[in-house]
């Protein structure tokens, strides 16, 4: 995570701290103090997701005790641990193969089911036999020598590499650096851009989503079961007024 992506997660803590806790009638009110018994906070083990997490806090509850919990640490119970501030617990897992935040990739199946979905796309097909998508391409290439766009290779394929560029032109704009910048200096144009947005978001889109819009196609059970289950555990044991959660924080 980059200094401008903290100062953006900790922006939105403090508009969320504006909408739901600075008034009298706030999130927190009749709470002794805020800690890990009225806000619980999960996120994947890598770092922009840890860091993300953090900077969020400091904006919502500038004010509160940070500190990381992992599940296997046995330092102190629960309730001593959650006592003593807010924890941001933090999945074991270190290669994004987590249950709560990555539970696909522990599904079989995926890879196959997400190159096929990716084949079924109809925008995607239609943009590569677009002229003006392969020339797109063409130029990406020949600014970032990224081989997986190379002229030559499957159609498709080179689509879908083009999502990383689309991150990489949303971060140079976001810290309002030069898009892509390269030693021929050739720039992206702003419709350029625009169509690799397009592309970013389909190829996104078909991770989970199915590609002709059949929600019982989709990977979504298959993909974020565990996650959706743990949501509404605690919005269920809120309403049955068994816990004492006033805000819950996922970072992935």
Not at 43 to 64: D, M
Request: hydrophobic letters at 40%.
């Amino acid at each position: 995570l980059t200094p401008v992506g903290s100062k953006q997660l900790q922006d939105v803590g403090e508009v969320l701290r504006a909408r739901y806790i600075d008034h009298a009638d706030n999130l927190f009110r009749g709470c002794k103090q805020v800690d890990g018994r009225n806000i619980a906070v999960y996120t994947s083990n890598i770092q922009r997701t840890l860091q993300s997490a953090w900077s969020f806090l400091l904006g919502l509850v500038p004010g509160a005790s940070i500190f990381f919990a992992f599940r296997s640490e046995r330092v102190f119970s629960d309730g001593l641990r959650q006592a003593a501030g807010v924890p941001i617990y933090v999945e074991d897992a270190t290669d994004g193969d987590d249950k709560l935040f990555h539970e696909w990739t522990i599904q079989h199946g995926y890879k196959a089911w997400l190159a096929a979905n990716q084949r079924r796309s109809h925008f995607l097909n239609r943009a590569a036999k677009d002229p003006e998508y392969v020339a797109l391409l063409d130029k990406v290439y020949a600014v970032s020598q990224e081989r997986k766009l190379a002229p030559g290779r499957d159609p498709l394929e080179r689509l879908v590499a083009a999502k990383d560029v689309d991150t990489l032109v949303s971060i140079d704009k976001a810290h309002k650096r030069p898009v892509i910048p390269n030693e021929c200096g050739e720039p992206l144009l702003p419709h350029e851009q625009d169509m690799l947005r397009r592309i970013g978001n389909e190829v996104k889109r078909c991770w989970f989503a199915d590609a002709d819009g059949d929600v019982a196609r989709s990977y979504g059970r298959s993909g974020a079961g565990y996650l959706a289950h743990k949501v509404w555990r605690h919005m269920d044991e809120r309403a049955r007024n068994v816990c004492h959660l006033r805000f819950v924080e996922f970072s992935c």
